[in-house]
């Protein structure tokens, strides 16, 4: 089994129980922190003390990142108990990462800083721009840092930046680079800090921002070459945004919790919710979604070292359709919930209306839903170029198996472009083969109708006409594209899956998943409400035993 399994079974029992007044993170404390607003520091101290830290560094500077599954499993742990604490301390993964390819000794500064415990912010957003990264204002002439940062998460806590700067006055991508500023090396009385930003959710993460009047640096703290800034970022996106699927993962937990703690225990018109096969189909659907998300943020996290070179294309995909299905989800979660999903302190409901309003800051980390869709847009003649190729795939499913062992990170292997699309795409014939293997015939069934809309959807993308500007047409196609990959994901999950839990050794999860991924394509079908109910069976009584409800053994405490 791939180590970064033992590592997550093992914080997870570090972790505690929730609801044991012994746990690291309690939910009560969770929730009345929220309530306050207050920053989670004694939780951030806590995975500090586990050394959560470490697997944000690259095994060759000290730490044990050599795939991008140990953090996300990792950070998906603190999420499912407070995704605010996971915001605060995996922001460090995030303004550390560009380092690593950089390699010499702004690595080997950044690992010691990272080792400590202490947090590393990545300054990339200012004021007025936004997600418009070329027309940075914040420079560096010489060795002088100008300017600002705002909204930044760890602004004001963390020890250290990864700044994009200008270091030319055109506006081009070779006008940016990076550097780092270290608090603990500059003089503190040119640096000012913009005030905490009132967020509806995570409300007690500290997003707010910095600014640096003529800030003398160090000698050589550019992270990487001088003028590769923007390229180093765009490269470095192609790993956080799989990982920042994990805090989805994480809200999406809680959200299933309290659905099938309340499908349990919730009586209506003299029954009990479970024995009404409308909420069960309800409850199976939400469970559904939960599932198509885990599958696809998994073996997206697979792909960072697998197919590291179509991680551009790969790396969109996975970070529109997570977040997006786990909105969907809290969406339907809040209906089916009703009242109870507004309370506090309620069955759980509290961890509930936290999580729903926490996640929804998930979707523009790293790129918004509109950066990522342009991002398949802009790989449109890719998949098609690939579509057109004869490729052996027959070892792709052993290599994107989330039970493998890590073939190593290397960053050298990523590419601004892929230059045929996504091999998982290709592979769909292949994978839909290999589903059908003893599958139950609504399984087979969903899986026929999926491959016969996959190919619709991908004969589509061969056929787009490149544009300038990309219009709705596009955007609506490459919305189709990723739900299209979320599919082959599940295909490949049902296909190939050394890790596989009891509920996904069940055709009913395949098929509800494969159902509810059809009718996003426009090709419903009659038995999905069918597999949902099955689906909602199950993962009762997974949720019965204590046991997360998840595609995937190993990566919790038994």
Known sequence: MNEAFHRAADIDKYLGDPRDPQARIREDDVLSADEESLFPAEAVDALNDWGVQRAYIPARFGGELDDALLPMLLIRHVARRDLTAAVAH?????????????????????????????????????????????????RVDGSTLSGGKWPINNATRGRAMCVLVRTRPEIDARSLSLVLADKEEIDLRRV?????????????????????????????????????????????????????????????????????????????????LVDLPTATAEAGAIVADMLIAEATAMVGARHVTAYTEEMGLVSALVKY?????????????????????QLVGTARAGAFQKAARDNRVVGIFDGNSVVNLNAIVNEFGAIARGARREADLQSLPAVLDAGAASQGLDFGRLRLLTKAGSSLLRAIPMLASLARRNASPDLTH?????????????????????AARPGAAHFELAQLVAETFAGACCLLVRAHNTVS??????????????????????????????????????????????????????????
């Not at 109708?449 to 056929?463: T, Y």
Request: overall charge neutral; glycine content about 10%; proline content about 5%.
């Open 192 to 272: 000012s800090y913009r005030p905490k930003v009132r967020t509806h959710g995570i409300k007690g993460a500290d997003i707010s921002g910095i600014d640096w009047d003529e800030v003398p640096l160090p000698p050589d703290r550019f992270v990487g070459e001088p003028g590769r800034g923007f390229e180093t970022v765009l490269k470095a996106l192609q790993i956080t945004r799989p990982v920042c699927t994990a805090l989805s993962l994480g809200a999406a937990d809680a959200a299933v919790a309290a659905v099938l703690a309340f499908t349990s225990d919730r009586r209506l018109y003299g029954r009990g």
């Open 446 to 466: 969903a899986i026929a109708v999926f491959e016969s809309a996959a190919a619709e959807v991908l004969g589509e993308v061969s056929a787009a006409v490149p």
């Open 90 to 138: 995996g922001k460090t993964f995030l303004g550390a990462l560009c380092a690593w390819p950089a390699g010499g000794d702004i690595a080997a500064r950044m690992a010691s800083i990272v080792d400590s415990g202490a947090a590393v912010s990545w300054g990339l957003t200012e004021q007025g721009r936004g997600s418009d990264l070329l027309h940075t204002q914040t």
């Open 501 to 558: 839990s009891s509920l996904a050794r069940d055709d009913a999860w395949a098929a509800a998943a494969l159902g509810r991924i059809c009718e996003r394509l426009g090709y419903p079908l009659l038995g999905t409400t069918s597999a949902c109910r099955a689906l909602a069976g199950h993962a009762l009584e997974t949720s019965r035993r204590g046991t997360p409800v998840t595609l995937f053994e190993g990566w919790y405490a038994a």
């Open 321 to 341: 359709v997570v977040p997006a299905t786990v909105d969907t989800l809290f969406r339907n979660a809040t209906q089916f919930l009703g009242a109870r999903s």
